[in-house]
């Protein structure tokens, strides 16, 4: 089992940044790609971000430009850098984590990010 732990939510103000962190246990080896998803309370969780084991990224459109994911992999972290804050980003942000040859996915319990306007 892959323990996986998000950190980093709060309260901000339109405009503002803030850096959410995800730490996962197990293997480092073992860890495929690494993703960011968000939700409002009522709605489907989205996809917001992810970044493979070779560093490459994919963003949503909604992000992109604004949002900057990366990961350490000598500390199973990855990270996603967040500017230019607006309220519709306002949501529960979650990590998920690929992991070993089966390709499981393990989620955080995520963590609260409120855009004030």
């Known amino acids: 089992q892959v323990q996986v732990v998000e950190s980093g939510g709060g309260l901000v103000q339109t405009g503002g940044s803030l850096r959410l962190s995800c730490a996962a246990s197990?293997?480092?080896?073992?860890?495929?790609?690494m993703g960011w998803y968000r939700q409002v309370s009522g709605q489907q969780r989205e996809f917001v971000a992810a970044?493979?084991?070779?560093?490459?990224?994919v963003y949503s459109f909604s992000v992109k430009g604004r949002f900057t994911i990366s990961r350490d992999n000598t500390k199973n972290t990855m990270y996603v850098q967040m500017n230019s804050l607006k309220p519709e980003d306002t949501a529960v942000y979650y990590c998920k984590v690929n992991y070993g040859p089966g390709r499981s996915d393990y989620w955080g319990q995520g963590t609260q990010v409120t855009v004030s306007s």
């Open positions: 197990g293997s480092i080896s073992s860890i495929n790609a």
């Open positions: 970044i493979d084991r070779d560093g490459s990224t």
